[in-house]
């Protein structure tokens, strides 16, 4: 399995930008999903994941009310919407794949880069 992220970018504190994060090499109606960031000299943290089917979603207290992620399993892609951006927002985001048929797995995207800053 192979997850490519992209959408990031240099935004100002209150913008907005929408990641992606498009699979290949094997089933995606399968995976249940994840974004993560790492913030500089900070530990990764799960910030928004959603279950298979796209039907439930959950989000770290930190994002809830600002950020959406929702899934086309149609375009083997996730998204993560990120409005009312903050500076403690910046990081490296990652798409991370939970589980297959409910086993938990470790498939990773190789990040990108949100910075906020004016």
């Known amino acids: 399995v192979q997850l490519v992220e992209s959408g990031g970018g240099l935004v100002q504190p209150g913008g907005s930008l929408r990641l992606s994060c498009t699979a290949s090499?094997?089933?995606?109606?399968?995976?249940?999903m994840a974004w993560y960031r790492q913030a500089p000299a900070r530990q990764r943290e799960v910030v928004a994941s959603?279950?298979?089917?796209?039907?439930?979603?959950d989000y770290s207290d930190s994002v809830k009310g600002r950020f959406t992620i929702s899934r086309d399993n149609a375009k083997n892609t996730m998204y993560l919407q990120m409005n009312s951006l903050k500076p403690e927002d910046t990081g490296v985001y990652y798409c991370?794949?939970?589980?297959?048929?409910?086993?938990?797995?470790?498939?990773w995207g190789q990040g990108t880069q949100v910075t906020v800053s004016s």
């Open positions: 090499g094997s089933d995606f109606r399968l995976y249940s």
């Open positions: 959603i279950t298979s089917s796209g039907s439930a979603t």
């Open positions: 991370k794949i939970e589980r297959e048929r409910g086993v938990r797995v470790d498939y």
